[in-house]
Each structure stands twice: as structure tokens, then as C-alpha cells.
């Protein structure tokens, strides 16, 4: 049974940086991808990658602030957040496995909550 597991998640200052991991068992994923999910919104991508790391995608609004990146033989994908914002606040989800653009995973971490505070 495939397992996602996150962590890194916490509160810190607006302008601040952190590290969001997860560690997946359970299964081979080509595609790995984060997503969130802020009181009263809709669950949104944040990034994803695929299995050689050729090919990424970042939500807009996040754009040159943070960057996904996978160690294959961890079976690990990251999110590196910095200049994080009060509107960056949410639940981060790991996602696994389904088609590019990874918009429909197959699995799901359990999330870890992202506080930005100003």
C-alpha cells in the first residue's frame, strides 16, 4: 500500500523560509506533486515534478519563490518555500503517482499545516 508521508511544516514570520518533505513507500511514482488548501478555498497545485525532474510546474503566485525537487533514491520529494507570505497559510499536501500534469494523484500525505504570520 503506497504511504506519503510529510513533514517540515510549521509557523514562521512573514519573508521567512521553510522545507516541506515527503517520503513515499509503498511504490514507484512518476509524477510527485504539493498541493494546499487555506480555510474556506478549494484544495489548488502548488508545484509538481515528474520522475527525471525535466519537467515542472509551479502555480503563478508562487513563482520564484518556491521550488520542488525529488531525490529518487530517497523516494522523496521536497518544497522549498521561501519569502513566504501571510496568504501562503494552509494545509500542504504531498500527492503521488497519476498523469502529467498532476492534477488527479492517486495518493495523498495526510498534509501538514503552513502558518505565515506578518
Known amino acids: 500500500q503506497a504511504q506519503l508521508v510529510e513533514s517540515g511544516g510549521g509557523s514562521v514570520q512573514a519573508g521567512g523560509s521553510l522545507r516541506l518533505s515527503c517520503a513515499a513507500s509503498g511504490g514507484t511514482f512518476s509524477v510527485f506533486a504539493w498541493f494546499r488548501q487555506a480555510p474556506g478555498k478549494e484544495r489548488e497545485l502548488v508545484a509538481g515534478?515528474?520522475?527525471?525532474?525535466?519537467?515542472?510546474y509551479y502555480l503563478d503566485s508562487v513563482k520564484g519563490r518556491f521550488t520542488i525537487s525529488r531525490d529518487i533514491a530517497k523516494n522523496t520529494v521536497y518544497l522549498e518555500m521561501n519569502s513566504l507570505k501571510p496568504e501562503d497559510t494552509a494545509i500542504y499536501y504531498c500527492?503521488?503517482?497519476?498523469?502529467?500534469?498532476?492534477?488527479?494523484?492517486?495518493?495523498w500525505g495526510q498534509g501538514t499545516q503552513v502558518t505565515v504570520s506578518s
Open positions: 500527492a503521488a503517482g497519476g498523469n502529467w500534469p498532476p492534477r488527479r494523484p492517486d495518493y
Open positions: 515534478i515528474n520522475w527525471s525532474g525535466l519537467m515542472t
